[in-house]
């Protein structure tokens, strides 16, 4: 979604979060069965991976193996950076994002033209852009799963 304002432009975008391989999201049903109305727990499971190494031969069933003999890898170093116990935490999660697009930004030539402001925000990513010609361009990080 976007709006226009008088000296700005805002955006709003909705990114859906896959977990890693091997590993799944589930949101947590509150105990009437339902989703709760607001901020569902997000549950990081694990799933098992053996048939999928039996036919590809290069994945490892976090499930089925002994933590020790499980090779160090980048997607359960992001699990233990993003999550709090065996939940997602929103938190970490957007502070990630921020610290991934303050670094993408430098990166790219609009930077030259625009200043980047990561606005504080615990539940999503919100971004100002302010261009040479003072408008702004606010956008919005939303997660979801």
Not at 34 to 56: F, K, N, T, W, Y
Not at 85 to 104: G, N, T
Not at 111 to 139: K, P
Request: hydrophobic share 40%; with cysteine.
């Amino acid at each position: 979604a976007w709006s226009i304002h008088e000296n700005s432009i805002t955006y709003r975008l909705l990114v859906f979060l896959q977990p890693p391989p091997g590993h799944s999201f589930s949101l947590e049903l509150d105990t009437t069965g339902h989703l709760p109305a607001r901020s569902p727990s997000i549950h990081v499971g694990l799933e098992c991976m053996c048939s999928r190494d039996q036919l590809l031969g290069n994945s490892v069933c976090f499930l089925h193996h002994p933590d020790n003999k499980l090779p160090r890898d980048h997607s359960s170093l992001l699990l233990r950076t993003l999550c709090t116990q065996s939940y997602l935490d929103m938190e970490k999660v957007a502070c990630w994002v921020q610290l991934l697009v303050r670094s993408a930004w430098l990166l790219l030539p609009e930077s030259l033209h625009c200043q980047l402001t990561v606005l504080a925000s615990s539940q999503s990513c919100r971004l100002q852009l302010t261009s040479t010609s003072n408008i702004d361009i606010c956008t919005e990080i939303i997660f979801g799963v």
